[in-house]
């Protein structure tokens, strides 16, 4: 059964580093998120992405947040230059209509010293 | 603005009881409605789903879950539950009014203790 794949597991980086998270969403797949859950609260929605451009952000998803989708397959996320406050477990998901069920990766968890 | 909520923080039942994990929510338009579930350390398993239809939907691992509307909730039960069914449980709503690309908007969580 096809699933969504998240590399790294765990990312420990310096505050004021750049950190990119990478996920590989079901192939036949169109709709493109990512989530971030900070420790011992709710998911919470960052980023969609659909035919190669961001189509909805929060507030969360500010200047020091980047998406992209490289080649056909990987869906990065990208934290310019992190902060404390970024350390949670981020979530890649997908699916294939806006209407449909997103199927989520296992997280990465990053760790920001 | 849309919103789901989950009144209990932390739920222990006994192996082989019943369970009900309550959500309500807040959105202006028909909605579709999710509970996903997220043992430690894990990512999140969608249990089950409503999109129309039924208003009485099954899942998996013996999960089902009721949509009223007049109530705004969608409360998942569980006749019977099991050890390994501990574990946090998270209602979402799927936004997809006013042309958003259908980002979920997820409760708090429950946190379910089976106890032996």
């Known amino acids: 059964e096809p699933e969504v794949t998240q590399t790294p597991s765990h990312q420990v980086t310096q505050m004021g580093q750049e950190v990119i998270l990478r996920c590989v969403p079901i192939?036949?797949?169109?709709?493109f998120y990512w989530y971030r859950q900070i420790l011992g609260q709710k998911v919470e929605f960052l980023v969609s992405f659909y035919n190669n451009e961001i189509s909805e952000k929060s507030e969360i998803f500010d200047d020091q947040f980047s998406v992209e989708r490289p080649d056909g397959s990987n869906f990065t996320l990208k934290i310019r230059s992190t902060k404390l406050e970024d350390s949670a477990m981020y979530f890649c998901?997908?699916?294939?209509?806006?209407?449909?069920?997103?199927?989520f990766g296992p997280g990465t968890r990053l760790t920001v010293l | 603005a849309q919103s789901v909520t989950q009144p209990d923080i932390h739920i222990t039942v006994s192996e082989g009881a019943s369970l009900e994990l309550r959500c309500n929510y807040s959105y202006g338009a028909t909605p579709y409605l999710f509970w996903y579930v997220q043992s430690p350390g894990q990512g999140l398993q969608l249990l089950l789903k409503y999109f129309s239809g039924d208003t009485l939907v099954q899942g998996i691992k013996g999960f089902e879950a009721e949509f009223k509307r007049s109530q705004s909730s969608f409360n998942l039960r569980k006749p019977s539950v099991h050890w390994s069914d501990a574990a946090e449980y998270f209602c979402?709503?799927?936004?997809?009014?006013?042309?958003?690309?259908?980002?979920?908007?997820f409760g708090k969580g429950t946190k379910l203790s089976v106890k032996p």
């Open positions: 998901a997908s699916g294939r209509r806006r209407e449909d069920t997103q199927y």
């Open positions: 192939s036949n797949h169109l709709y």
């Open positions: 979402a709503v799927g936004d997809v009014d006013g042309g958003s690309q259908g980002n979920l908007i």
